[in-house]
């Protein structure tokens, strides 16, 4: 995999540097300093050059902080596309929002290209204040240049905010494609994702090139969905469920999906029947039966009797793939915590419970 090309996570930064003036040392006496004067000057001014490093490393420019507009450029990551809001749907949950943004035709590149296959993102600048974060369209982008993006809005989110507040005719600027994961075709034979709240963004879109669009030459993958929202007036909208569940009844040797909520109670605006649902986190067990692991069965039956889901349950000879993407505690909790700097980190959690690898388990 090559990690230059991978997109940080959670990335939130400025688009064009702020401007300091120099530091100027300047002398207002010339008698001697004593000893513990000296010592102060030292400290004085290892404070100010360690300052001074810290501002140099936060706002020295960089070539995705300063990258220009080019209005009629085509679609690129160093620089800045302005692009059409076509529609902006409000959701059951009102903190949320369906987007389309549409690249104008001069603007539009070959989306046959290989940046353009599973997971990218893409980097939409809030112009109020000079701020970009990245955000992955759903269904990446069609021939008419349209891109779909489930966005929230965040007490704190400047960006998600100032996306809400832009209507149809507005023009948003972004870049991009940045790849978030290189998706292998043949690489798995299963693949397991994990998510909550919009971290199934990036789910979604890989289900969406893989199964949903109907490709002539589909993969022969397996895929399982794990999804948690804190109560049913949170899950994603009809939109994204819909395909999904209609999927995995059609074909569910291809794709299972599962659905689970903190809680039953509270908002009971979402349109999923609530028998579907699943009380409670996302834990090992959840695990083990995506993994067709005979976990309810008797120790002596499974010993001593043979089953489609037993032979499934035998994970040794399958390469299996864990993708996690939700909110840090969750992230944690499956599969440990990130590193610094937003590294993958070591796998902890219930998957490092279970035995699994760095190369077989990735945070999102």
């Not at 003036?21 to 207002?28: E, F, M, Q, V």
């Not at 240049?145 to 809400?164: A, D, M, Q, S, T």
């Not at 864990?322 to 219930?350: E, K, T």
Request: aromatic residues 10%; charged residues 20%.
């Amino acid at each position: 995999m090559n990690r230059l090309q991978l997109l940080p996570r959670a990335v939130l930064r400025p688009v064009t540097p702020r401007k300091y003036h120099g530091l100027r040392r300047t002398s207002t006496s010339s008698v001697p300093l004593s000893s513990s004067t000296k010592r102060s000057s030292v400290i004085f001014a290892a404070t100010v050059g360690g300052s001074a490093l810290v501002a140099a490393y936060l706002f020295w420019p960089d070539s995705s902080r300063s990258a220009p507009t080019y209005e009629n450029a085509k679609l690129s990551p160093t620089h800045f596309t302005p692009v059409n809001v076509t529609a902006s749907i409000p959701c059951s949950n009102p903190e949320t929002r369906l987007v389309t943004l549409a690249v104008p035709r001069q603007s539009l590149p070959d989306i046959q290209e290989a940046s353009f296959s599973p997971i990218w993102s893409v980097f939409i600048k809030d112009d109020d204040i000079q701020v970009e974060r990245p955000y992955t369209p759903l269904e990446g982008i069609d021939d008419q240049g349209n891109l779909k993006f489930w966005i929230k809005r965040y007490p704190k989110g400047e960006v998600g905010r100032w996306i809400h507040s832009k209507t149809i005719g507005e023009q948003i600027e972004i870049r991009g494609p940045l790849k978030t994961w290189v998706w292998q075709e043949e690489k798995w034979d299963e693949v397991v994702m994990v998510s909550g709240g919009t971290g199934i963004t990036p789910f979604y879109q890989l289900l969406h090139h893989e199964l949903f669009s109907q490709r002539s030459n589909p993969s022969s993958t397996t895929f399982t969905l794990l999804h948690s929202s804190n109560n049913p007036g949170e899950l994603p909208p009809p939109e994204l469920l819909e395909p999904m569940t209609s999927y995995a009844q059609k074909d569910p040797s291809r794709f299972r999906f599962s659905l689970y909520v903190d809680s039953l109670d509270g908002d009971n605006t979402s349109a999923v029947d609530r028998r579907v649902l699943q009380e409670g986190r996302i834990g090992r067990r959840a695990l083990e039966l995506a993994l067709g692991l005979d976990v309810d069965r008797p120790w002596w039956q499974r010993l001593f009797q043979s089953s489609p889901l037993t032979r499934r349950g035998n994970t040794k000879d399958r390469r299996i793939l864990f993708l996690v993407c939700g909110p840090d505690p969750m992230v944690a909790a499956i599969a440990g915590p990130f590193g610094r700097n937003m590294s993958q980190g070591p796998v902890g959690g219930i998957l490092g419970e279970m035995g699994y690898k760095s190369d077989q388990v990735w945070k999102l």
